[in-house]
């Protein structure tokens, strides 16, 4: 059911547009809505955060932290205050901080090594299951054929890091910080995806605009964009996610907020309280838990969405001939 990426050029599901693609080799301009000949609206994307949602701590503190021997606590606050000093972008400072502490001790992390440090990166209970019981209740559920389930990763972490996990293949795509690590003496930052950056990327979801190669910012109407955000969930656990939650929803979509088991759920319930989540649930990806559960409803409700709004074209388009 899952659909991965296999590197090959993102298209939607039951795709039938080949005129658009010619359009936009040749003049680098979105297509124009063609009539298609099937209803393509039936791809859901789950769309995840990752530290604080599908993993308690941030990525950096199972593996480059450690590995350098800096204490998470003084790391933090110490990037903090530097990038309140000095009026810097926080992400781009905790990234470029991390390298100039390694360098200070003689310790050289490269790229493959943040792969490697990814594997003891600590999930959330029932994460590593979760997608295949997902796909299977979607699977079960759909009673429409071509529904296809995709999940996606948008993360101000590390890129290099999530690709050493052990759930980094069951993404359809990862959108995530990224370095250079050739170009200068210290690895420089490629790609920082800030808070409110995140939201582009669920615009590249909804348009299909996944290359990143692709401006994301010329206009595509709501006709020609593969996934509609009402076919989305967003899944974060706190005020970094606040942009992108509202843009889901502001749009159609949902979103859910998790918070670590039995602990502290203030949080939850601020963004619940404020409107921006559906739902908050704690961060068990069990099947059968409260976050399992909910998430299930919200899926009943989109895909009989796909099912009314595949009625409503079917009618439409038989209403014109
Ligand atoms: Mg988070």
Known sequence: MTERNTGRRHRAANDDEPAGEAIRATTGRQPRPVQRAIFDKKTIALVYDFDGTLSPKPM???????????????FWAEANRLSREQGADPLITYMHLMYRKAKAKGIRVDREELIALGRDVELYPGVESWFDDIDEYVRLRAESHGVTLRHYLVS?????????TRIRSRFHNVFASEYWFDAYDLPYPKRVITDTGKTQYLFRINKGVENLGESINEHMPEDARPVPFSNMIYFGDGDTDVPSMAVTRKNGGYAIAV??????????????RAGRCDFFAPADYRRGSDLFKRTCLLLDRILADIRVREEMWRLDRSSRT
């Not at 101000?156 to 050493?164: H, V």
């Open 60 to 74: 950096q503190e199972y593996t480059f932290l450690p590995k350098i021997g800096e204490d998470p606590k003084a």
């Open 156 to 164: 101000s972490g590390l890129k290099e890091i999530i690709e050493g």
């Open 259 to 272: 918070h670590p088991s039995g602990k502290n759920r203030s949080k939850c319930v601020e963004l619940f």
